[in-house]
């Protein structure tokens, strides 16, 4: 996809976020309308991985640590085929596999996650594993801002470090709000950069709602030889839509009838200004 193209992907993928969050009457909003732009340009340009190819030893790996926002990545798997869209009619229903975190039961999704902290050690087991197979896949996770305070984090990205793990990249949403206040508040991991650069990573930070930055820094990977690669992308709560942006209520906000409907006008005037 070219940049133009994946920017227009990125409001389809928002309109349907909140389709899907508004019919189901459940779901992180905020967080999942932060990410979607990183979530867009993996599955699109990045990640070696499709439908057929989800069993192969030799895909890419990808883990959202960041569970609760799963509908963000619902969308995106449904538009690579991993299966029907018609089944996200059914998130959070009475016996749906589609539920409020990601679970393996889904084609297309690797790893349980939600409880916060799991995805990096995941990933660090799964990018040693290529190195002892001699494997030449990636392996990628989503961490939000709010979960680095769990110590296992911090445990992980000192064992990437220690081995090496070039095949290694985490993504940090950084979107400085979580559920009960803004991160530096509750407990502040800043300053993030001299954070990772001191456990042994290679680090680049970048505006994470735009494509072309998205894009550069995943090309540039590994950013290091011999180091795992973090990007700490400064995004916005609520991206994209006007009311929702950095306001907290939507970290767990559903949209009533009256603003998911203008939450669906502003993105069409995004579209349409794109596509003219």
Excluded at 92 to 97: D, L
Excluded at 220 to 242: D, M, Q, R, W, Y
Aim: glycine fraction near 8%.
């Amino acid at each position: 996809m070219t940049e133009k193209e994946l920017t227009i992907q990125s409001v389809l993928y928002r309109k349907k976020i909140l389709q899907y969050i508004y019919q189901a009457k459940a779901g992180h909003t905020g967080g999942d309308l932060s990410c979607i732009d990183i979530l867009n340009v993996l599955y699109n340009k990045v990640l070696r991985v499709s439908p057929e190819s989800f069993k192969s030893p030799d895909r890419d790996r990808y883990v959202q640590s960041k569970g609760h926002c799963v509908e963000a990545l619902y969308v995106v798997l449904a538009s690579k085929g991993y299966f029907e869209e018609e089944d996200l009619n059914t998130i959070c229903k009475y016996e749906s596999h589609y539920i409020g975190h990601p679970t393996k039961k889904i084609n297309g999704i690797e790893q349980n996650t939600g409880a916060l902290g799991h995805g990096l050690p995941i990933c660090v087991g799964m990018a040693i594993a290529a190195k002892l197979d001699k494997k030449d896949y990636r392996v990628y996770t989503l961490l939000g801002d709010g979960e680095l305070p769990e110590g296992s984090n911090w445990e992980a990205a000192l064992t990437a470090a220690q081995y090496k793990l070039d095949n290694l990249c985490v993504i940090i949403d950084k979107n400085q709000l979580q559920i009960t206040g803004p991160t530096k508040e509750v407990c502040s991991t800043d300053p993030l950069p001299q954070k990772w650069e001191s456990f042994g990573w290679a680090v680049q930070e970048i505006d994470g709602n735009n494509i072309a930055a998205i894009t550069a820094a995943f090309d540039a990977l590994p950013f290091e030889k011999g180091k795992p690669s973090v990007i700490i992308a400064n995004t916005v709560k609520g991206k994209g839509v006007s009311f929702m942006e950095n306001q907290i209520k939507w970290h767990h906000g559903v949209p009533s009838q009256e603003q998911y409907h203008q939450a669906q006008n502003e993105l069409d005037i995004v579209l349409q200004s794109l596509i003219d």
